[in-house]
Each structure stands twice: as structure tokens, then as C-alpha cells.
């Protein structure tokens, strides 16, 4: 976002600097005045055994270990004392050394049975998995005020931090500590008759340590079933399928991921300052409640399925509607402070559906013994929709709003919504009306009348959907002797973009030092961005 046509150094070799303005800095100087290294080692090992037993039986046991380590080492010279929006870069240089490493252990062991009775066949396991996952185990330091540029981050007890007086390095935050256990024992069972028909039953019971000491463990049931039609004495004089197979299911699914090792914890942290006999006092306390509820979330999928391939397999795909329920969904919510100190937590609270259908298309249209090309085509609609935000602790009701998107005059106000009857993410924000005759934006408000001083919140109208109407895509792959080609195109149609790149560079009055659109240089000086 630099101006492009300012230099990048003066006649006399210095840099060119806008110091006066803010966030506006040379990104050569800043290069060349800095230095960076990071280095990544991997281990990964695995063991793998599988035992013969008596009675048709089968033992297997995996073991994985997988170790990521990295070294970071940073230096920023004195030159970056003159940013005045850097002062955490500190006095006369500042170097940042630290090392993490994420580790990942895994053991699953599981026995199996296979036993056939005539024409039908029964499989069936019975097994138990554990994982522990660390995550930012190590140290992180860093100081400032080195007596000359070219010391670098590996010298960093050469640095006096003490002799500036109050400074406190602040570069960022340590890596988090995280320790995640996911235990797991499952059962499954199939069944075989003629390779016909097929029926499959399973369950799970899964416990996970970044739940709430009440709900750490759910049990997940699915059943299955599927008909090969092509099987069927009537399919047997025709010569158009070669493959026909409908299928139905079943299925409760937990989701674990995405929040870390302390999102049910109490979390303490800065808040600010305050007043105390005569002089500000930092202020330590809780900034997340505990909740010893949060539970998983689920998602139940009811699933009905058509395969098929025609013309000897030159043409085959797939045909399938589905409906999924995700319940107790988790999200970090306002509260009311007087039952919730924080005025936030970490609950369940809330329910989500989803219906679609989905068309996949693959064909072989030329396979000869020198060429081949393959291609496949894949449509998608799905519905969304959120159909409760129930928790009663929740402040706000059955709506949140989400998304402040930031940049060269953005107000920080929201411009989309979680909310009951809408698809996540629904827009809801200011109805833009264009320009009137002198160049000023005007926005239609909640009655329908347009207004160049729209009200944020009171005339917010619901405008559309970022959620797509239509997924597509289109391979393709083509090979002659020993060439390949491969190309892929997808597209979303039908859904609502907010294109924030645009808002953050349609400010002419930033024009004196950073990059604008073409289209924002002959803006009025009286049109004041609302969003």
C-alpha cells in the first residue's frame, strides 16, 4: 500500500521518510534494516503391526510420533527508532530469539473378526485410540539497546534493556501452551449378503480435555445401508450400466477442533489500568469465565445416494441429497456481566441446518493407447441456515454480530450477523444508495428515505448472503506418451462479497502516502466513509 511513485532513497543515500505520517514507512529501509531466519526440523516415525488370531481374528496396533521444532531468530536495527508507531522496537536495535516445538503422539489398537456363513459375510471391529497433542512448548525472549547495528539476535546478553529506564520489551506474545487429549474406543460392525446388500452399523465414544469437566466425553451412533441394484436378476439383459448402487445413511459426528486447550478454563490477563491514590495502576484479572458445561458439538446426517456408470465405465458419478443438524454450536458470547464477571464465555448455543444436493459427472471421453483424457464435473447447492441461538445467558438475544472490517477509514462498525432464520454470515449493514449531485455517498434508511447521515445499527437492512447458490467445478486431465496435463477451474455463484481491498484503498485524503484506487482520486473531500 506505499505510494509507488515515492523514492526509495534520497539524493544524499538515506532512505526517503514520511516520519510525520503513521503506519506509512519505507519497506526497503525496514528490509534492509532487519534480519530474519527461521528453521523448521521434522521427525516423523511410525510403527505398524498386524497379528493373526484364532477364530478368524486380527489384531492391529499403530504407533505414530510426529515432532515439529523451530528456531526463530529476529533482529531490527537502530534505524527503526525513528518509526514512532514501532516503540516496542525499542532503543538502539532490539533482537527476538525463540524456539517452540509441536508434538503429536498417537496409538490406536483395534481387533477384528471376519467370518462368512454361506452367501453372507459378517466384519466387525472392535478398537480404542489415544492422542496427545502438545503444542508451543518452549521460551521466547527478546531485549533491546545493543551498542552497535551488526550484533544480530545471537548476542542478545550484549544488550542493557535497564539503562532506558522504564521500557518493557513488548514484541508479541510467547507461544501458548497447549496440551490436548483426544481418547476414543469404537466399535463397528458390516454385513454382506451376495455382495448385494450391505448394512453397516458403528459407534463411538469419544472424550476430549478441551471440554468442560462435565461434558468431555459424547458417543456418536451411524447406520448405514446400501443396495447394489447392477446385482439384480432384472439388470442382467440390459447393456447400458455397468454399476448401479443406492445408498443411505445415518450419522452423529463430534467436532473437537478449533478451539484450544483452555476454551472451558477461567483465563486471567491485563485489564487496563485504573485510578489508585493519585496515579494509574495496572489492572490483573479474569478476561474468559469458565464453563465447566461446554459440551461437543454434534452434527446428525441423514444421506441418500445414487452411483452409477454407463457404457462400460466410460461415464460414471453420483447422485446424493442430504439434510445435517449441527447442535450445540460453540461460540464465544457477550454476557451479562453482572452473572458473568468477564462479560464473556465460551458456550454452546445454538443450532445450524444444512440441505443440499450434490452431482459429480465422470467421463473418459478418448483413451487410446498413445492419448487419454479424462474430465469431471462436480455441482453443489447447499442451503444454510442457523435455526436458534438459545442460550438465555447470551446478551443480545437470538442475533450476534460479527465482522468489523478495518483499514484507511473504516469505522470498525460490523457488517454481518448471526441470526436465527438467516445463513451464517447474512449481511447486515447500511443500504448504499450511490451518490447525490455533489459527489456524497447516500444510504437508504430503515423507512426507505435516503439520508447522507445514516444511523449505525438503526438502519441496518439485511442485503444478501455470502453463502453460494451454486458450487461448480471442472478437471481435466490429458495425457500423450509420457506428458500430463492437468487443469482445474471452480466457481461460486449466486452469493453476496464484501470487498473490503476496495473500502481500505478508496480514501483520496490518504493520497499524499499511500496507494489509492484510480477510481477514488476524484472522490468529493466531503464524503465521509460510514461503514
Same mark, same amino acid.
Given at each position: 500500500?506505499?505510494?509507488?511513485?515515492?523514492?526509495?532513497?534520497n539524493?544524499d543515500?538515506?532512505?526517503?521518510?514520511?516520519?510525520?505520517?503513521?503506519?506509512?514507512?519505507?519497506?526497503?529501509?525496514?528490509?534492509?534494516?532487519?534480519?530474519?531466519k527461521?528453521?523448521?526440523?521434522?521427525?516423523?516415525?511410525?510403527f505398524?503391526?498386524?497379528?493373526? +488370531?484364532?477364530?478368524?481374528l486380527?489384531?492391529d496396533?499403530n504407533?505414530?510420533?510426529?515432532?515439529?521444532?523451530?528456531?526463530?531468530?529476529?533482529?531490527?536495527?537502530?534505524? %527503526?527508532?525513528?518509526?514512532?508507531?514501532l516503540?516496542n522496537?525499542?532503543?538502539?536495535?532490539?533482537?527476538?530469539?525463540?524456539?517452540y516445538?509441536?508434538?503429536?503422539?498417537t496409538?490406536e489398537? %483395534?481387533?477384528?473378526?471376519n467370518?462368512?456363513?454361506?452367501?453372507?459375510?459378517?466384519?466387525?471391529?472392535?478398537?480404542?485410540?489415544?492422542q496427545?497433542?502438545v &503444542?508451543?512448548?518452549?521460551?521466547?525472549?527478546?531485549?533491546?539497546?545493543?551498542?552497535?547495528d551488526?550484533?544480530?539476535?545471537?548476542?542478545?546478553a550484549?544488550?542493557?534493556?535497564?539503562? &532506558?529506564g522504564?521500557?518493557?520489551?513488548?514484541?508479541?506474545?510467547?507461544?501458548?501452551?497447549?496440551?490436548?487429549?483426544?481418547i476414543?474406543?469404537?466399535?463397528? +460392525?458390516?454385513?454382506?449378503?451376495?455382495?448385494?446388500?450391505?448394512l453397516?452399523?458403528?459407534v463411538?465414544?469419544?472424550?476430549?480435555?478441551?471440554?468442560?469437566?462435565?461434558?468431555?466425553?459424547?458417543?456418536?451412533?451411524?447406520?448405514?445401508?446400501?443396495?447394489?441394484?447392477?446385482?439384480?436378476? %432384472?439388470?442382467?439383459?440390459?447393456?447400458?450400466?455397468?454399476d448401479?448402487?443406492?445408498?443411505?445413511?445415518?450419522g452423529?459426528?463430534?467436532?473437537?477442533?478449533?478451539?484450544?486447550?483452555?476454551t472451558?478454563?477461567?483465563?486471567?490477563?491485563?485489564?487496563?489500568?485504573f485510578?489508585?491514590?493519585?496515579?494509574?495502576?495496572?489492572a490483573?484479572?479474569p478476561?474468559?469465565?469458565?464453563?465447566?458445561?461446554?459440551?461437543?458439538?454434534?452434527?446428525?446426517?441423514?444421506?441418500?445416494g445414487?452411483?452409477?456408470? &454407463?457404457l462400460?465405465?466410460?461415464?460414471?458419478?453420483?447422485?446424493?441429497?442430504?439434510?445435517?443438524?449441527?447442535?450445540?454450536?460453540?461460540?464465544?458470547?457477550n454476557?451479562?456481566?453482572? +452473572? =458473568?464477571?468477564?462479560?464473556?464465555?465460551t458456550?454452546?448455543?445454538g443450532?445450524?441446518?444444512?440441505?443440499?444436493?450434490?452431482?459429480?459427472l465422470?467421463a473418459?471421453?478418448?483413451?487410446?493407447?498413445?492419448?487419454?483424457?479424462?474430465?469431471?464435473?462436480? +455441482?453443489?447447492?447447499?442451503?444454510?441456515?442457523?435455526?436458534?441461538?438459545?442460550?438465555?445467558?447470551?446478551?443480545?438475544?437470538?442475533?450476534?454480530?460479527?465482522?468489523?472490517?478495518?483499514?484507511?477509514?473504516?469505522?470498525?462498525?460490523?457488517?454481518? =450477523?448471526?441470526?436465527?432464520?438467516?445463513?451464517?454470515?447474512?449481511?447486515?449493514?447500511?443500504?448504499?444508495?450511490?451518490?447525490?449531485?455533489?459527489?456524497v455517498?447516500?444510504?437508504?434508511?430503515n423507512?426507505?428515505?435516503l439520508?447522507?447521515?445514516p444511523?449505525?445499527?438503526?438502519?441496518?437492512?439485511?442485503?444478501?448472503?455470502?453463502?453460494?447458490?451454486?458450487?461448480?467445478?471442472?478437471?481435466?486431465?490429458?495425457?500423450?506418451?509420457?506428458?500430463?496435463?492437468?487443469?482445474?477451474?471452480r466457481?461460486?455463484?449466486?452469493?453476496?462479497?464484501?470487498?473490503?481491498?476496495?473500502?481500505?484503498?478508496?480514501?483520496?485524503?490518504?493520497?499524499?502516502y499511500?496507494n489509492?484506487?484510480?477510481d477514488?482520486?476524484?472522490?468529493?473531500?466531503?464524503?465521509v466513509?460510514?461503514?
Amino acid at each position: 500500500r506505499y505510494l509507488p511513485v515515492s523514492p526509495v532513497k534520497n539524493a544524499d543515500g538515506t532512505y526517503f521518510e514520511n516520519f510525520a505520517t503513521v503506519n506509512s514507512y519505507n519497506p526497503v529501509a525496514m528490509m534492509e534494516q532487519s534480519q530474519s531466519k527461521l528453521k523448521t526440523n521434522n521427525l516423523t516415525g511410525s510403527f505398524n503391526t498386524n497379528v493373526k +488370531l484364532p477364530f478368524n481374528l486380527t489384531y492391529d496396533l499403530n504407533i505414530s510420533y510426529q515432532n515439529s521444532n523451530r528456531l526463530l531468530g529476529e533482529y531490527y536495527n537502530a534505524y %527503526f527508532s525513528k518509526y514512532s508507531a514501532l516503540a516496542n522496537f525499542g532503543t538502539n536495535g532490539l533482537a527476538l530469539r525463540n524456539s517452540y516445538q509441536n508434538t503429536v503422539k498417537t496409538l490406536e489398537t %483395534f481387533v477384528t473378526w471376519n467370518k462368512r456363513f454361506g452367501e453372507h459375510s459378517l466384519n466387525a471391529v472392535l478398537g480404542y485410540s489415544w492422542q496427545e497433542s502438545v &503444542i508451543g512448548e518452549g521460551f521466547q525472549t527478546s531485549s533491546t539497546n545493543f551498542p552497535v547495528d551488526n550484533i544480530g539476535y545471537n548476542n542478545l546478553a550484549l544488550s542493557n534493556p535497564y539503562a &532506558i529506564g522504564p521500557f518493557r520489551i513488548d514484541f508479541g506474545a510467547d507461544g501458548i501452551y497447549q496440551e490436548v487429549r483426544l481418547i476414543s474406543d469404537f466399535a463397528r +460392525l458390516n454385513y454382506n449378503y451376495k455382495n448385494k446388500y450391505l448394512l453397516q452399523a458403528s459407534v463411538r465414544r469419544d472424550g476430549s480435555s478441551v471440554f468442560g469437566a462435565n461434558n468431555q466425553w459424547g458417543y456418536f451412533p451411524s447406520v448405514g445401508a446400501s443396495w447394489r441394484i447392477i446385482q439384480e436378476d %432384472f439388470m442382467k439383459n440390459q447393456n447400458l450400466f455397468s454399476d448401479l448402487k443406492l445408498r443411505a445413511s445415518y450419522g452423529v459426528t463430534g467436532n473437537s477442533t478449533g478451539f484450544n486447550a483452555y476454551t472451558a478454563q477461567i483465563m486471567s490477563g491485563s485489564l487496563g489500568t485504573f485510578y489508585n491514590n493519585g496515579a494509574q495502576t495496572a489492572a490483573y484479572g479474569p478476561t474468559q469465565a469458565d464453563n465447566p458445561d461446554l459440551a461437543w458439538e454434534k452434527t446428525s446426517m441423514t444421506n441418500i445416494g445414487l452411483d452409477f456408470a &454407463i457404457l462400460k465405465g466410460m461415464i460414471s458419478g453420483s447422485l446424493e441429497v442430504y439434510d445435517k443438524n449441527t447442535t450445540g454450536m460453540i461460540y464465544s458470547y457477550n454476557v451479562n456481566p453482572a +452473572l =458473568i464477571p468477564t462479560g464473556r464465555i465460551t458456550a454452546n448455543g445454538g443450532s445450524m441446518n444444512n440441505k443440499g444436493i450434490e452431482l459429480t459427472l465422470n467421463a473418459t471421453p478418448v483413451n487410446t493407447s498413445k492419448f487419454k483424457w479424462t474430465t469431471s464435473v462436480n +455441482l453443489a447447492h447447499n442451503r444454510n441456515e442457523i435455526t436458534s441461538l438459545t442460550n438465555p445467558l447470551f446478551a443480545g438475544g437470538d442475533s450476534v454480530r460479527i465482522t468489523a472490517p478495518n483499514g484507511q477509514g473504516q469505522t470498525g462498525s460490523t457488517i454481518q =450477523i448471526l441470526k436465527s432464520g438467516k445463513p451464517v454470515g447474512q449481511f447486515f449493514t447500511l443500504d448504499y444508495a450511490g451518490k447525490n449531485d455533489n459527489g456524497v455517498s447516500q444510504y437508504l434508511n430503515n423507512k426507505g428515505v435516503l439520508t447522507l447521515t445514516p444511523l449505525i445499527g438503526i438502519d441496518y437492512k439485511y442485503l444478501g448472503s455470502p453463502q453460494p447458490k451454486l458450487l461448480a467445478g471442472w478437471s481435466n486431465s490429458f495425457s500423450y506418451g509420457n506428458l500430463d496435463l492437468n487443469f482445474f477451474f471452480r466457481g461460486s455463484f449466486g452469493n453476496k462479497i464484501f470487498n473490503a481491498t476496495r473500502a481500505d484503498l478508496f480514501r483520496p485524503s490518504t493520497a499524499q502516502y499511500s496507494n489509492i484506487l484510480r477510481d477514488a482520486a476524484g472522490e468529493s473531500v466531503n464524503d465521509v466513509n460510514v461503514f
